[in-house]
């Protein structure tokens, strides 16, 4: 349900319509950064 680029700063949610709702969403993965390094790549 989530697509992340290479740069990891643009992430789409197809869930999320609102780009607010997007970059909680973000915050979110950043702090979790460490455990979706293996996603990103």
Known sequence: ???LKRTGEV???QGYDSKE???MAVKVLNSVA???EF???
Do not use: P
Request: hydrophobic residues 55%.
């Open 1 to 3: 349900m989530m697509k």
């Open 39 to 41: 996603y990103i790549r």
């Open 11 to 13: 992430v789409y949610f």
């Open 21 to 23: 709702a997007a970059e």
């Open 34 to 36: 460490s455990g979706w």
